[in-house]
């Protein structure tokens, strides 16, 4: 009996050792079978998360940002503790004793979903398992995946220590509006630093990885208050708060940005610019997208923070104003249902969601306002963001009309409807800021760009590509290929200037024609008439048109076309005549960098408008200036001495070929084509343009220090009517910038080459004048030092006057005389030259 007794039990042991050997091998196989091929967990060790590119102005104020995913990386050892123990009490309170994975945790897991048949099935996963999820892994819920799982975080935790696991762990997270990583977490929902958090706030973050979509701080507040509740007594319970902590946290109010309780971080950046969006376009193609938007970038951009909205007004002001002036209202296009306009919450709630521009200040803040009411009191006005009643008065309305539907214009003052959503804002008075009304406004269909940098270093201070940002995000000032115009003629003229020419030289201002694949090309000045002999100085301040082609024949289009793709403006100049006036299309942008390198004296610039980019460790990957400065590394200086700075740049230009067209060129700005508008009581040169039709008008100027340019015109190319110029529109924007400019970054003369030798000479005739002379027809031009200054020689470019064509006196009056151009050939020419009519030449 005893014998059988051992035996039964005898078999007992052998069969359980033998099925616990089984499983031991089973599960040895399984776990050996599914640890093959899988990926390498050591790549962890170098992870380095996607994480926030960052924008900073020159004065280092942070004006943009750029993420795909919205993460703020923070290393282990700058995360409190207590941000710590809350996600370890509510996702893995083990964390500190487990090898990566928790086989209670497990098994309790298996026990529930068991005895629910499936319905109750919960993670037990660990932090470091999740760390392998998501880095490593897949999301699936498969056995398969979970085996996996354990087996790399068992062997991560033999590689990395806890702390870098929970480094790896609080980084990747998601936890909602778009906020992956405790910190970045930390500033979307509290506008706080992690250092900042209460234990209640820290609890908070600690409840979002289960679902944060399931725990909305607003529309799901009672679910994330028990959830957070739930981890501040975890907290307790582990030892990691005392229980008058708990106590006194667990009865504070679930508070957050959503919800209003806090200002967002959000509100401290500026809307974003074309400047910041510039930044990224360009910055995406140099270190492609995916670093760009995920390496974590500190850039710090040229933009100067007290410039920029000068330049943005400066711009808005002049479209709108040319836009009132047409006197016809588009308004936004945008309209409310009538079921939006049943209660004051309605039509809030439905005015928020229409897209309509909302970076618009233009004297003040404009608003997105739905009308509720027209009478005779005017247009009741519903605005975002404001309370009461408000209406715009019948007044406000009286200057525009409406277009109909048949394209005629309706009555004035009837520009309105119920369900309309138009823009408005305060009209204030002007001595003490005081409120007078609401009127109405809209985003002109006229647009633009505006450009400013400095003339020695290429660093773009400010830049506007539009009226608004949100209303249109094509940047005019970049992105828009525009015909220059005049503002083209200083590269013709520099040319020349290189070529032999002087500004005394005598040029034939007389018809032209050209015959061409399109037929008879017969150019005209701006004023329709013609000046005879005429110094080239006088040329460019009065935008001679004919003076120009004859130029740019006598010198040759391959060579003025040389001299455009030298300065950038071009990349491939096509050498035919019409080129010459600025047929050919570039940027503001490009014309504005040219114009730097005839202020500075003819040295290159790179146009920038980043200074510095910076990697996530803070090395710096791209500089701007490659100066050298040797004085920078001395520890001391001499008081009152400056470091010296050693230029490197290519020389594109001739220093005195430079200083004759910027004395030129300032002649435009005293007595030229933009005499009536520009006056900064400082040394200011620059160039006119209108194109034909005048669909696009330009002005491009500088002063010693920066160089700036604007350009008006439809995005659609049409007129802008009659009378419509570069001196006259774009040179408004140029004075109001650059007076406020002037105020920041002073002005000095245009420095003197030594290599220039003065000689009086009288601007209307060329002719050479005692050093003695003085009065309104003297200038002091300077010519080359060593070479002997030719008066009297007479250019016309090889053209014979059309035989066809009116004579001068049929044009404008004037006794006109025979001479001999410098072919031999006779022309008739009007009298001797003078200032004749002032425009902005052009395409004509």
Avoid at 75 to 101: C, Q, R, W
Avoid at 472 to 496: H, L
Avoid at 645 to 661: C, F, G, I, K, P
Wanted: proline share 5%; glycine share 10%.
């Amino acid at each position: 009996m005893f014998r059988f007794i051992l035996s039964f039990f005898g078999g007992i042991f052998t069969t359980l050792t033998m099925s616990i050997a089984m499983v031991a091998l089973t599960i040895g196989a399984v776990f050996w079978m599914y640890g093959r091929d899988l990926p390498s967990h050591e790549s962890l060790a170098q992870y380095t998360p996607p994480t926030i590119s960052r924008i900073y102005s020159g004065q280092g104020k942070l004006i943009d940002e750029f993420a795909t995913e919205r993460r703020l990386f923070a290393p282990a050892d700058t995360i409190p503790d207590l941000v710590k123990h809350a996600f370890i009490s509510a996702e893995d309170k083990n964390f500190y004793e487990h090898d990566g994975y928790d086989l209670r945790g497990i098994g309790a897991a298996a026990v529930d979903a068991v005895r629910s048949r499936g319905a109750d099935i919960r993670g037990a996963s660990t932090i470091t398992q999740q760390v392998m999820k998501n880095f490593l892994l897949s999301g699936d819920r498969r056995a398969e995946r979970k085996i996996k799982e354990i087996i790399l975080a068992a062997r991560v935790e033999e590689a990395l220590d806890k702390e870098k696991i929970l480094e790896l762990y609080m980084n990747e997270i998601f936890l909602g509006q778009n906020s992956y990583g405790v910190a970045a977490a930390s500033q979307t929902y509290f506008n706080k630093t992690l250092s900042q958090l209460a234990p209640h706030e820290a609890a908070f973050l600690a409840s979002l990885p289960k679902a944060p979509s399931q725990y909305h701080p607003v529309r799901q507040i009672d679910r994330l208050r028990a959830r957070r509740n739930f981890v501040l007594r975890e907290m307790k319970e582990n030892g990691y708060i005392s229980d008058a902590v708990y106590q006194t946290e667990v009865e504070m109010p679930v508070r957050s940005v959503q919800n209003g309780d806090f200002e967002s971080f959000k509100n401290q950046l500026p809307p974003r610019d074309y400047f910041t969006d510039e930044i990224r376009r360009q910055l995406s193609e140099d270190f492609g997208e995916g670093e760009f938007f995920g390496g974590g970038l500190t850039v710090r951009a040229t933009i100067d923070n007290e410039m920029q909205p000068i330049a943005a007004d400066a711009l808005r002001r002049q479209l709108e104003q040319y836009d009132r002036g047409q006197g016809v209202w588009r308004g936004t296009g945008k309209t409310l249902p009538p079921e939006a306009l049943v209660s004051e919450a309605a039509w809030r709630a439905a005015l928020a969601d229409v897209r309509v521009a909302r970076d618009i200040t233009l004297e003040t803040q404009w608003f997105p306002a739905v009308v509720l009411e027209v009478g005779g009191q005017g247009a009741r006005l519903g605005i975002e963001s404001v309370d009461g009643e408000n209406w715009v008065p019948p007044k406000d309305m009286a200057w525009a009309r409406k277009r109909q539907e048949n394209g005629k214009l309706g009555a004035k003052g009837d520009l309105v409807a119920v369900g309309d959503v138009v823009h408005v804002r305060r009209m204030v008075a002007d001595a003490d800021g005081s409120f007078i009304r609401w009127t109405l406004r809209q985003v002109p269909e006229v647009q633009g760009g505006f450009v400013a940098m400095d003339v020695n270093t290429g660093r773009v201070i400010a830049m506007q590509g539009g009226f608004s940002y949100q209303a249109s995000v094509f940047n005019r000032a970049t992105q828009a290929k525009r015909q220059p115009g005049s503002s083209f003629k200083p590269f013709v003229f520099a040319a020349a200037l290189d070529s032999g020419y002087s500004p005394a030289t005598i040029v034939v201002d007389a018809p032209i024609e050209i015959n061409t694949p399109q037929g008879v090309w017969r150019p005209k000045n701006a004023s329709n008439r013609y000046y005879g002999p005429t110094p080239l100085r006088t040329g460019i301040e009065q935008s001679r048109n004919l003076m120009t082609i004859r130029l740019a024949q006598e010198v040759g289009m391959n060579v003025v076309g040389d001299y455009a793709e030298r300065f950038g403006v071009y990349e491939n100049l096509s050498p035919v005549l019409a080129n010459a006036l600025g047929s050919q299309e570039t940027t503001l942008y490009q014309m504005v960098a040219a114009y730097a390198m005839f202020a500075n004296g003819g040295e290159r610039v790179e146009p920038t408008l980043v200074d510095r980019v910076q990697d996530r460790y803070g090395r710096t990957v791209y500089k701007h200036d490659k100066r050298i400065c040797n004085d920078c590394n001395l520890p001391t200086l001499t008081a009152g001495t400056a470091p010296r700075v050693t230029s490197n740049r290519e020389r594109v230009m001739d220093a005195v070929t430079a200083y004759q067209l910027t004395s030129m060129m300032t002649g435009v700005v005293e007595r030229g084509t933009a005499r009536k508008t520009v006056n900064l009581g400082v040394p200011t040169a620059g160039k006119t343009g209108t194109t034909n039709d005048a669909k696009d008008v330009w002005f491009v100027g500088f002063t010693s220090n920066i160089v700036a340019g604007c350009y008006i015109g439809y995005d659609q190319p049409r007129s802008l009517g009659r009378g419509a110029s570069g001196g006259g529109m774009c040179g408004p924007v140029f004075q109001r910038f650059m007076s406020k400019a002037v105020q920041k970054y002073g002005g000095g003369k245009f420095e003197a080459p030594g290599a220039c030798e003065f000689i009086k000479i009288d601007r209307f005739s060329g002719a050479r004048l005692g050093n003695g002379a003085a009065g309104n027809n003297v200038v002091s031009e300077c010519f080359r030092e060593g070479e002997t200054p030719l008066f009297g020689i007479t250019f016309d470019g090889g053209f014979a006057m059309g035989a066809d064509l009116p004579l001068v006196d049929e044009l404008g009056g004037r006794a006109a005389r025979e001479v001999t151009t410098s072919t031999g050939q006779k022309a008739v020419v009007g009298p001797k030259a003078g200032f004749g009519t002032l425009s902005s030449g052009g395409l004509y």
